[in-house]
């Protein structure tokens, strides 16, 4: 049955891979495609068009915010709740789900309700100076605060499914009988049984936030997304361009995680 099955999978991955590459190749061809030939100038101009670098860098900073404030939001509640709540699970999974089916209109129309309410009825308040500062543009803490939103989804389903093939009552109690609190418990003997969950969960935030465009387009900010989408309109061929390489920078840190996971098992040491 293996054998029979085995030509079934080659052609599945073979119609998969041309369902990914032909677009991008289609991409590539488009940026280099030049009336005297081939030409590399939308690659080359990247580095020297202005935003480019600070929009990157301003999404890798949010990108790197949101991943350590939704691991340090997610990780103890799920812990928490397999070990002392189990029965509430359904309801936090309802909850965490909830950002999938709220559009993003709708949800920075609500942002924008509450940001406008804020110094109207706080203006009095040592709050002001905190709505004024989560609005900041060298760093807009209030996209965190929505991508870590968005994000809940994504981040809750791989801790879930890491949590599910551990026995995490087993190693809490271990660590506990062996004098460690409960934090120490959480840090020394879960985590790094959940390494390949904590890494999906970074990964996919990762991807959230460096794609992410409609949040940060209607509320003002110039990320790395929305900056391509206003390049595109006066320079497609570099628009395009940036696309492409910022598809294969995400693809490269995919591999990046995921060899760190695998060479932080590998030499690990073994215990028997």
């Given at each position: 049955?293996?054998?029979?099955?085995?030509?079934?999978?080659?052609?599945?991955?073979?119609?998969?891979?041309?369902?990914?590459l032909?677009?991008?190749?289609?991409?590539?061809?488009?940026?280099?495609?030049?009336?005297?030939?081939?030409?590399?100038?939308?690659?080359?101009?990247?580095?020297?068009?202005?935003?480019?670098?600070?929009?990157?860098?301003?999404?890798?900073?949010?990108?790197?915010?949101?991943?350590?404030?939704?691991?340090?939001?997610?990780?103890?509640?799920?812990?928490?709740?397999?070990?002392?709540?189990p029965?509430?699970?359904?309801?936090?999974?309802?909850?965490?789900?909830?950002?999938?089916v709220?559009?993003?209109?709708?949800?920075?129309a609500?942002?924008?309700?509450?940001?406008?309410?804020?110094?109207?009825?706080?203006?009095?308040?040592?709050?002001?100076?905190?709505?004024?500062a989560?609005?900041?543009?060298?760093?807009?803490v209030?996209?965190?605060?929505?991508?870590?939103?968005?994000?809940?989804?994504?981040?809750?389903r791989?801790l879930?499914?890491?949590?599910?093939?551990?026995?995490?009552?087993?190693?809490?109690?271990?660590?506990?009988?062996?004098?460690?609190?409960?934090?120490?418990?959480?840090?020394?003997?879960?985590?790094?049984?959940?390494?390949?969950?904590?890494?999906?969960?970074?990964?996919?935030?990762?991807?959230?936030?460096?794609?992410?465009?409609?949040?940060?387009?209607?509320?003002?900010?110039?990320?790395?997304?929305?900056w391509?989408?206003?390049?595109g309109s006066?320079?497609?061929?570099?628009?395009?361009?940036?696309s492409?390489?910022?598809?294969?920078v995400?693809?490269a840190?995919?591999?990046?995680l995921?060899?760190?996971?695998?060479?932080?098992n590998?030499?690990?040491?073994?215990?028997?």
């Amino acid at each position: 049955m293996a054998r029979r099955l085995t030509p079934w999978r080659w052609v599945v991955l073979g119609l998969a891979a041309l369902y990914f590459l032909v677009p991008l190749a289609a991409s590539v061809v488009f940026t280099v495609d030049d009336p005297d030939g081939i030409s590399f100038d939308a690659y080359t101009k990247i580095l020297s068009t202005g935003g480019f670098v600070s929009s990157l860098l301003l999404s890798l900073e949010l990108a790197v915010t949101t991943i350590v404030v939704v691991l340090l939001l997610m990780v103890p509640a799920v812990v928490a709740l397999r070990l002392g709540a189990p029965r509430l699970r359904p309801v936090v999974e309802v909850v965490c789900s909830l950002p999938l089916v709220v559009p993003p209109i709708a949800f920075v129309a609500g942002i924008v309700s509450v940001l406008k309410w804020g110094p109207d009825h706080l203006s009095r308040t040592p709050l002001f100076q905190t709505f004024v500062a989560i609005q900041n543009p060298s760093f807009p803490v209030v996209l965190v605060l929505a991508y870590v939103v968005m994000a809940l989804p994504f981040v809750y389903r791989a801790l879930d499914a890491g949590l599910r093939a551990i026995d995490v009552r087993t190693l809490v109690e271990a660590a506990r009988s062996c004098g460690a609190s409960w934090p120490k418990a959480l840090v020394r003997a879960v985590l790094p049984n959940l390494r390949g969950a904590l890494l999906n969960a970074a990964f996919l935030t990762l991807a959230l936030v460096l794609g992410e465009f409609t949040v940060a387009q209607l509320l003002g900010y110039q990320p790395f997304a929305v900056w391509i989408y206003n390049v595109g309109s006066d320079q497609a061929q570099m628009s395009v361009a940036v696309s492409v390489l910022s598809l294969l920078v995400t693809w490269a840190l995919l591999l990046a995680l995921a060899g760190a996971g695998g060479g932080r098992n590998r030499t690990a040491p073994s215990r028997g």
